[in-house]
């Protein structure tokens, strides 16, 4: 299935494919202060539609992950994985129709 998804006001639109059969919480430094729950996909599932040049990237320590954020509102919309370079997780409470608050999720341990 095809979900479309966007930050908070609008700016950064983005498509990803997937079933949302892979559900994270991560555990390090900076997904505790986001608490997002992220959907993990390959790099070529998620297309963004809208805004590109309004996304926001920040790294840390490794500087491995890429983690984007829209310039405007400061909502976390997906990155890059530093345990998957293929791999790409995407913030489920920008996507359309999909309660965050009701997907389970598993805990990433990134110790």
Known sequence: MIYKGSCHCGSVNFEVETDLDIIKQCNCSICLRKFAKMGIAT?????????????????FGSNIAKHYF??????????????????IGFNIGCLEGVDAFTVESD???NK
Do not use: A, F, M, V
């Open 43 to 59: 790099k070529d599932k998620l297309k963004i539609t809208k805004g590109e040049d309004n996304l926001s990237l920040y790294q």
């Open 107 to 109: 805990i990433l341990n």
């Open 70 to 87: 829209c310039k405007t509102c400061g909502i976390y919309t997906h990155h890059g994985r530093k345990s998957d370079p293929n791999g």
